[in-house]
């Protein structure tokens, strides 16, 4: 699953959040540190890994 970087307006911190995508498209992202949907999404980091063989 992909990780999101979200900045959580009633808390004032960055989170990050594992969710599906389906999960981030119907905006049910939730603030693990204070509950809040009031999250604001960030720009962050994409990592992808392949196989040796390929």
Partial sequence: MPLYE???D???KEVSVTMTI???GKGQATCP???SRELRALMGTFFTQTSKKS
Avoid: D, M
């Fill in 6 to 8: 979200f900045y959580c």
């Fill in 33 to 35: 540190q204070c509950g």
């Fill in 10 to 12: 009633k808390c004032a």
């Fill in 22 to 24: 389906s999960e981030r």
